[in-house]
Nanobody
Framework: QYQLVESGGGLVQSGGSLRLSCVAS????????IGWFRQAPGKEREGVSC????????NYADSVKDRFTISRDNAESTVYLQMDSLNPEDSAVYSC??????????????????WGQGTLVSVDS
């Protein structure tokens, strides 16, 4: 049973940083791509970043490129999202999700089908 638990959200000043964590349980993280998504009030969910099972391929939304960095520690069953230079437009509930097809060579938003509960990020101007 796939389970994902996010943490690390909170309130931060504009220009600040946060690091989100996504801890996986019930399955072996080593074989699966993980994606980070966000949803702001009144807006559709959007893909933020994703990383393949071996960490060799990543993908970023244009709005977060050069500010956010995704990484993974399979030994700790954890995927991280380092968020720097945050601005109020980054405020949202951030969720991680798993692509249940193992060892895919690329990650695309449409592959992710099982989600965590999310963690709230609020950026104060």
């Amino acid at each position: 049973q796939y389970q994902l638990v996010e943490s690390g959200g909170g309130l931060v000043q504009s220009g600040g940083s946060l690091r989100l964590s996504c801890v996986a349980s019930g399955f072996t993280l080593d074989y699966y791509a993980i994606g980070w998504f966000r949803q702001a009030p009144g807006k559709e969910r959007e893909g933020v970043s994703c990383i393949t099972s071996n960490g060799e391929a990543t993908n970023y939304a244009d709005s977060v490129k050069d500010r956010f960095t995704i990484s993974r520690d399979n030994a700790e069953s954890t995927v991280y999202l380092q968020m720097d230079s945050l601005n109020p437009e980054d405020s949202a509930v951030y969720s991680c999700a798993v692509d249940v097809s193992p060892n895919r060579r690329s990650c695309e938003w449409r592959y992710f089908v099982i989600w965590g509960q999310g963690t709230l990020v609020s950026v104060d101007s």
